[in-house]
């Protein structure tokens, strides 16, 4: 035998049920929702035939309480009328119209850039984003020089003292060829940055990033040479591709055709995790970022692929 529909609850009627529980008083209650007080005690004594049971205890004097259904349906009260008055906000906003430019760093964009963009085209479609991969050095730069409203850069290459939100964090591993054992030649050839990056900030006698790699093996006392360096991921690839060196990624990373991570027991020192930031500029173009910035950091926080 079907089950009948349940009942429905009258989103006026919570909203008068909130202002009694809030105010302590049907006649503050009445005053706040504009009603008369006699009409708050009808909705009052409906809401109360719907539910089947009493929520509100009137005390002496007028006092009012919530019993212990009254404290349960006030906190389940309050998420429904939230959840409505926001569902409502978004149907009758206007729709954002423009242009947003956003700035990502090459070694994470594969698998997020595609989810964000169509996120973003969902709440806002009348938005268009302007994309610029590159190194996270080369984004702070143009961040700071107002040509980017959002950024993520790679924790280490953000302009100091600027807000920045920490929305990712990945292993770092080593990668080498399928065919080659480069990784297991001494002293260790290595593809990575190049040492006079026009863009590394001011502040940092080397790129974060190729220190990183330089400090994890003196640390373990593996020597290395230099093969190849590029200031591209994809250059560096090529490079390991190609079996002339090893080079670094993040953990989840696609990788080439003929490429691989090293093993741990391969004989390789641990690589540092590294870290992601969210950024927006001093002056974003409004409300697009605030919008985008929220597909961003859902992308990126719900990844659940080491990614």
């Known amino acids: 035998m079907a089950m009948g529909v349940p009942a429905g609850?009258?989103?006026?009627?919570?909203?008068?049920?909130?202002a009694i529980a809030e105010?302590?008083?049907?006649?503050?209650?009445?005053?706040?929702?504009?009603?008369?007080?006699?009409?708050?005690?009808?909705?009052?004594?409906?809401?109360?035939?719907?539910?089947?049971?009493?929520?509100?205890?009137r005390g002496k004097g007028g006092s009012v309480e919530?019993?212990?259904?009254?404290?349960?349906?006030?906190?389940?009260?309050?998420?429904?009328?939230?959840?409505?008055?926001?569902?409502?906000r978004s149907m009758r906003a206007v729709p954002v119209h423009g242009t947003v430019r956003l700035g990502i760093p090459e070694e994470v964009s594969a698998?997020?850039?595609?989810?964000?963009?169509?996120?973003?085209?969902?709440?806002?479609?009348?938005?268009?984003?302007?994309?610029e991969i590159a190194a996270s050095c080369l984004l702070a730069l143009k961040l700071k020089n107002a040509e980017l409203d959002l950024a993520v850069l790679r924790s280490g290459l953000e302009p100091r003292d600027w807000p920045a939100v920490e929305i990712w964090r990945s292993a770092t591993k080593w990668v080498t060829s399928d065919e080659h054992a480069q990784h297991l030649r001494d002293p260790l050839p290595l593809s990575t940055s190049p040492l006079g990056?026009?863009?590394?900030?001011?502040?940092?006698?080397?790129?974060?990033?190729?220190?990183?790699?330089?400090?994890?093996?003196?640390?373990?006392g593996r020597s290395y040479r230099i093969v190849s360096t590029s200031a591209t991921l994809q250059g560096q690839m090529a490079t390991a591709q190609s079996g002339l060196a090893v080079t670094s990624t993040l953990v989840?990373?696609?990788l080439l055709e003929g490429l691989r991570i090293v093993r741990?027991?391969?004989?390789?020192?641990?690589?540092?995790?590294?870290?992601?930031?969210?950024?927006?500029?001093?002056?974003?173009?409004?409300p697009m970022t605030d919008i985008l910035a929220a597909q961003v950091q859902d992308v990126f926080g719900t990844a659940n692929d080491g990614t």
């Open 9 to 18: 609850l009258d989103l006026d009627l919570l909203r008068s049920f909130v």
């Open 23 to 57: 105010e302590g008083s049907f006649t503050r209650a009445a005053n706040r929702v504009g009603r008369t007080q006699s009409a708050v005690s009808l909705q009052m004594q409906r809401l109360e035939g719907v539910l089947g049971q009493v929520v509100i205890v």
């Open 66 to 88: 919530l019993n212990q259904q009254g404290k349960y349906l006030l906190e389940r009260a309050r998420e429904l009328l939230a959840l409505n008055d926001d569902v409502m």
């Open 111 to 131: 698998r997020r850039l595609p989810r964000i963009l169509d996120r973003f085209a969902h709440v806002a479609p009348a938005v268009e984003v302007e994309v």
């Open 197 to 220: 990056c026009p863009w590394r900030p001011a502040e940092y006698s080397e790129c974060p990033w190729r220190g990183m790699v330089f400090r994890a093996l003196e640390q373990a």
């Open 252 to 254: 989840g990373d696609r």
């Open 264 to 286: 741990a027991d391969e004989g390789l020192p641990d690589l540092p995790e590294c870290r992601y930031l969210m950024l927006k500029a001093r002056d974003p173009r409004q």
